[in-house]
């Protein structure tokens, strides 16, 4: 693959402004704050963390940029410069008619969900996000994963595993289409491992969309990263910035939601964008109900600015072939010492496979769990389970296992250098080493929804 420049090395693009310290603990301090916390990585204090990742939503470095146009940050109720330069960085680069920001990428789903949701109502995805079902399925609708088969695979490797199946869309459409209020494509999805769509892709559901006279909707919030694969990966695109790739999916759909805590390098934020001005004004009312006036909407003027600039930045070449670079070193790292890892890497984390890893442990014994509470151990990192406790409690009560058992190594944008990813592979190494004596998770307490952020476990032997 060609690359821009000719150095092997491809470098953090950025020096360090100012820092963070990060405090070492003892195995013995993390073994009394771990069974404290219920086995429960979300019920840790983050000062017992040392490479936390857990998230890389909100997560990531400003730039001294950001930090300045927080500065110019204006705090006006109504009519805010601050959302002007927002509004004109968004539809830069999506240019739908209407802009609503929001307090994060879940208050955008609740608002398009609680108007074009509801019971009865099923909205197909390539894969929902765990918030993005669950706010669906608040509302009463059901919320249809259809990812390519691949995309279930970790160890296929596919250049666009987060592709939607497209025949499956249309047989549901053919069968259902009047109870189906939009469609829906996560870009990278997330839940299948960080992993791109292809333009190919969006255009054959665009198509299969029309047909059917649906709208569109991107949940966008690492579209740059995606972006970026589609610039090294798909035929036709590598001499096409990424500004433009993000502009012509923009163009195959009618809709957005957004977080602004992933790629657009904020530390909050959000946005719900579209071009139907009838749902929009809906919308907009249940974004005054709850997230305020249409001008803000749940953000300081100043975090508006900081969006703005961050959306600048989250398409520059050199900062994405960095971006991307550095979660393939960890992957790469974790693969070759043996680590079962969802390959190709994705834009934004590591997943490794905790079911294949210990597979000794049924997945209702959640390896996931058991798996991020010893990286957790073992030195300190923090990990995310994304699997059968994410997914694996349905609406009526009952427990199934989830498609698979990763667990998500989620790397922070521009936050972490190439020592602490070296730790990390360090500490995921010794605890491979023993994988076999580790103990499956029971769950003694858990809420009916969105269990995972809650619930808390013991150690099943
Ligand atoms: N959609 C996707 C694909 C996401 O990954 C997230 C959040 C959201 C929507 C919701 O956005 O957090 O701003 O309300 N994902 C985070 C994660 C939490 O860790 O992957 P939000």
Same mark, same amino acid.
């Given at each position: 693959m060609m690359t821009e420049q000719s150095f092997r090395t491809i470098i953090e693009p950025f020096r360090i402004h100012s820092v963070e310290p990060v405090r070492l603990t003892s195995r013995a301090e993390r073994a009394a704050v771990l069974e404290a916390a219920g086995y &429960? =990585? !979300? *019920? =840790?204090? #983050? *000062? +017992?963390? =040392?490479? +936390?990742?857990? /998230?890389d939503s909100g997560t990531g470095a400003m730039s001294a940029e950001q930090w300045a146009a927080i500065q110019r940050g204006n705090e006006a109720y #109504?009519? #805010?410069?601050s959302f002007g330069r927002f509004r004109a960085a968004v539809t830069d680069l999506f240019p739908f008619a209407h802009v609503l920001p929001t307090h994060q990428g879940r208050a955008a789903e609740r608002i398009l969900f609680t108007v074009a949701g509801g019971s009865g109502r099923i909205v197909p995805n390539n894969t929902h996000f765990d918030t993005t079902r669950a706010n669906l399925e608040f509302t009463g609708a059901s919320a249809v994963d259809l990812p390519v088969a691949e995309g279930l695979q970790p160890a296929a490797r596919h250049p666009f595993k987060g592709n939607m199946d497209v025949a499956a869309l249309e047989r549901l459409l053919a069968a259902q289409a009047a109870a189906v209020p939009l469609v829906m494509l996560t870009v990278t999805n997330n839940s299948t491992g960080g992993q791109p769509v292809s333009m190919a892709n969006v255009r054959a559901v665009r198509e299969v969309c029309d047909r059917f006279g649906k709208p569109l909707f991107l949940d966008a919030c690492r579209i740059a990263e995606n972006a970026w694969f589609i610039r090294t990966r798909e035929p036709g695109y590598q001499d096409v910035p990424v500004a433009d790739i993000i502009r012509q999916m923009a163009a195959l759909a009618d809709g957005m939601t957004m977080s602004a805590?992933? @790629?657009?390098?904020? &530390?909050i934020g959000g946005w719900l964008a579209l071009n139907d001005d009838a749902l929009a004004e809906r919308c907009r009312n249940l974004q005054i109900l709850t997230e305020g006036f249409p001008t803000y909407g749940g953000l300081a003027g100043r975090d508006l600015d900081a969006i703005a600039q961050g959306l600048r930045e989250a398409v520059d070449h050199d900062y994405l072939r960095y971006r991307v670079r550095s979660v393939e070193y960890l992957g790469e790292a974790l693969e070759k010492i043996g680590v079962p890892v969802v390959v190709p890497f994705g834009g934004h984390a590591v997943f490794i496979d905790a079911r294949a890893m210990l597979p000794h442990i049924d997945p209702l014994a959640y390896p996931g769990q058991a798996l991020a509470c010893a990286l957790y151990l073992e030195g300190g990192v923090r990990s995310c389970e994304i699997g059968t406790v994410m997914f694996? =409690?349905?609406? @009526?009560?009952t427990e199934t296992p989830a498609a698979m058992d990763l667990v998500r190594l989620a790397v922070p944008r521009r936050t972490y250098t190439q020592s602490h990813m070296d730790y990390v592979i360090e500490v995921v190494e010794r605890v491979a080493y023993r994988a076999g004596d580790l103990p499956g998770m029971r769950i003694i307490s858990q809420p $009916? $929804?969105? $269990?995972? !952020? /809650?619930a808390r476990f013991e150690p099943a032997s």
């Open positions: &429960n =990585l !979300f *019920e =840790l204090a #983050a *000062e +017992d963390v =040392l490479i +936390d990742l857990l /998230t #109504a009519g #805010a410069p805590k992933k @790629d657009p390098l904020a &530390n694996g =409690l349905q609406p @009526d009560g $009916r $929804r969105l $269990r995972h !952020f /809650t």
